[in-house]
Nanobody, 122 residues
Framework: QVQLVESGGGLVQPGGSLRSSCAAS????????MAWFRQAPGKEREFVAA????????YYADAVKGRFTISRDNAKNTVYLQQNSLKPEDAAGYYC???????????????WGQGTQVTVSS
């Protein structure tokens, strides 16, 4: 069983930056692929970024490529999402997710956090 707790969301102006974190419980965090998804009001949940268990492989949605960076620290059981050059359309609830095996861009993840809200507005 893995429990995920996100933090770090907030209000930021367009063009600004945020770093969201996802802390995981459990001793086997290093064996899980991790991902970030987001969901805006009235829209479907969408993939944002994913990272392999070792951190060697990362994947991004086209909408965030070049602006967002996913990383992880297995010693701290934490995965991060650095969000730069934020746009109003990035505003959403951001959720981290975990699964054994390879990272996927679909939502076939076994564990989900409660989410952290990101608001982008001037």
């Amino acid at each position: 069983q893995v429990q995920l707790v996100e933090s770090g969301g907030g209000l930021v102006q367009p063009g600004g930056s945020l770093r969201s974190s996802c802390a995981a419980s459990g001793r086997t965090f290093g064996s899980y692929a991790m991902a970030w998804f987001r969901q805006a009001p009235g829209k479907e949940r969408e993939f944002v970024a994913a990272i392999s268990w070792s951190g060697a492989n990362t994947y991004y949605a086209d909408a965030v490529k070049g602006r967002f960076t996913i990383s992880r620290d297995n010693a701290k059981n934490t995965v991060y999402l650095q969000q730069n050059s934020l746009k109003p359309e990035d505003a959403a609830g951001y959720y981290c997710a975990a699964r054994r095996g390879v990272p996927l861009t679909g939502d076939q993840y076994d564990y989900w956090g409660q989410g952290t809200q990101v608001t982008v507005s001037s």
